[in-house]
């Protein structure tokens, strides 16, 4: 909007001058010299409009430039990060320890762009329970389960810290299948992403 306010402002300027001179013109000047002057003014007012048009479309596309990457330098970043870790995991159980708050970034620096998710580990066999957040997160009832082994507590309904482990020596062959049926519950609700790896404890 600017190049046409410019626009008619030089317009109105030419008009003037070329009513004030009408008179002296046409009494002294030759009709081929008028008519050469006109095209004149007329190319010059062409020219003036066209590279005010050309500076505001310059102006505009390099704004848009500045303020959105292209898809090129998107794309180039995305091949640069290393892809994220996918299932099955096999962690030990102090790297199981640091899968507890989704919230937070990857344990790993190398995948600090990556999602962390909730992990709890049921007879060695992980699960990703990050779907329960509200029962496994940070300050929920069951989040002193998030990031261990805990097949012994889950299995007896214990919240005592000594339970948390898949350590199943001394349960009857009652409690044993209860074992499976919690493998079983687990399996069902949450997706299996891998295993513990290392001594039971």
Request: glycine share 6%; net charge neutral.
């Amino acid at each position: 909007m600017g190049y046409l306010r410019s626009s008619l402002t030089f317009l109105t300027v030419i008009v003037c001058l070329i009513a004030v001179s009408i008179p002296i013109i046409i009494q002294y000047v030759p009709a081929k010299v008028i008519a050469l002057h006109v095209q004149m003014v007329n190319d010059a007012f062409s020219s003036f409009v066209n590279r005010k048009m050309e500076a505001e479309e310059a102006a505009t596309g390099l704004v848009q430039s500045e303020s959105k990457p292209s898809m090129t330098s998107q794309s180039r970043l995305s091949s640069v990060l290393p892809p994220c870790p996918t299932p099955p995991y096999e962690l030990t159980e102090q790297e199981l320890s640091q899968y507890t708050d989704p919230k937070l970034p990857h344990p790993s620096p190398k995948f600090a762009h990556c999602p962390r998710p909730l992990l709890l580990a049921l007879n060695s066999i992980i699960f990703d329970v990050t779907a329960g957040e509200k029962f496994y997160g940070p300050g929920s009832a069951y989040s002193l389960f998030a990031g261990k082994r805990c097949g012994r507590a889950l299995t007896l309904g214990s919240l005592d810290d000594a339970d948390m482990s898949d350590d199943f020596s001394g349960f009857s062959e009652k409690e044993l299948a209860a074992v499976d049926k919690q493998v079983k519950f687990y399996q069902d609700k949450y997706k299996e992403v891998g295993r513990v790896v290392g001594e039971k404890k």
